[in-house]
């Protein structure tokens, strides 16, 4: 019986050494307890990152919905007012004054305005319509009218580049010229205030809260680019419209304001809207007719105002930057 046991003790000893050698990590309780700590590390890190992607995918979707609601909301208000003034008699423009008493009334509200007051501060904050200094004013209008020039450039070499269909004017030559001046006017003013107050404010607002400043740029531009994707899907126009969302979208991001980018995109508009769409459906391509000296004027245009807009946008930048830091030093100071 002892040697039975003898043996029977010397066998488990044996089976257990085995198994140490080949299990070494799941003996002790140490071992164990890391090695249950990576199974259950893992997926806790997966979740978080798949909780952060859905929450950012959530954000782009939201800001984009909102951004294409007040855009909608703003320009079918102009275009139905427009329609109605010149069915009903087109020598009194009286479309400009309600339009100019709706657009009050939108800023007002999207800015804090009225009820709900529970919302009132955050809707002053999306509107992003803080005050800019003289300065800085002045420096964001003048790189942003570079950028313009230079995509006024990019526009028209791209049309003579690429085949594309150009951007449909109205036919105004049966209206009045101070009716029809008025009207261009009065539309150079609608885009440009209802698109920033829905891309650059309250869509890029909410990105910024959610991504990088450089990231909330980019993605508001790729959104206002499928704004103006009406205006046909072609490469080369809607680079110019991303490329032109990025200049009003670092504007609005460095002056923490879409009083800054307003005037820049009205400049823009009042550009294309006179020199360069009423002559799209004139423009030959370059394979078809060659190249003219205009054609590598155009080039040389696009190549120095985007290298001066460079420049201007980093001084812009530099400017916004000493202006936050001593604001923060005088916040300090005051507390």
Avoid at 98 to 119: E, K, N, Q
Avoid at 198 to 214: D, M
Wanted: hydrophobic share 55%; aromatic share 12%.
């Amino acid at each position: 019986m002892a040697c039975y046991t003898k043996n029977l003790l010397l066998s488990l000893f044996h089976s257990t050494y085995n198994r140490r050698q080949l299990f070494p990590k799941v003996l002790t309780a140490r071992d164990v307890t890391l090695n249950v700590g990576v199974v259950l590390r893992f997926p806790k890190l997966e979740s978080a990152e798949m909780s952060s992607l859905r929450r950012k995918s959530l954000t782009v979707l939201w800001s984009g919905l909102l951004a294409f609601v007040i855009l909608v909301m703003g320009q079918s208000v102009w275009s139905i007012l427009l329609i109605a003034n010149f069915r009903r008699g087109p020598t009194t423009p009286w479309s400009i004054v309600v339009m100019i008493g709706f657009l009050w009334l939108m800023w007002r509200y999207l800015g804090g305005s009225w009820w709900p007051h529970a919302t009132s501060e955050k809707r002053h904050r999306l509107l992003r319509a803080n005050s800019v200094s003289g300065r800085n004013l002045v420096l964001a209008f003048i790189a942003g009218v570079f950028a313009m020039i230079a995509l006024a450039g990019y526009w028209i070499v791209f049309c003579e580049l690429v085949k594309t269909s150009p951007n449909a004017m109205p036919d105004t030559s049966k209206y009045p010229l101070l009716i029809v001046a008025l009207v261009l006017t009065m539309s150079a003013v609608v885009s440009p205030v209802v698109e920033e107050i829905a891309f650059r404010g309250y869509c890029q607002k909410i990105l910024e809260s959610e991504f990088q400043g450089h990231a909330a740029v980019i993605i508001s531009s790729l959104l206002f680019m499928l704004a103006h994707a009406n205006h046909g899907w072609f490469w080369s126009k809607l680079l110019v419209y991303f490329l032109a969302g990025l200049a009003f979208g670092t504007i609005a991001y460095l002056t923490n304001s879409i009083i800054a980018s307003v005037p820049v995109h009205i400049v823009g508009d009042l550009l294309f809207f006179t020199l360069i769409w009423p002559r799209d459906a004139s423009r030959r391509l370059v394979t078809e007719g060659g190249a003219d000296p205009w054609f590598w004027l155009h080039i040389l245009q696009a190549a120095v105002f985007t290298a001066l807009a460079l420049l201007a946008f980093r001084r812009l930048a530099k400017h916004c930057a000493i202006g936050r830091q001593a604001s923060h030093r005088e916040d300090v100071v005051a507390a």
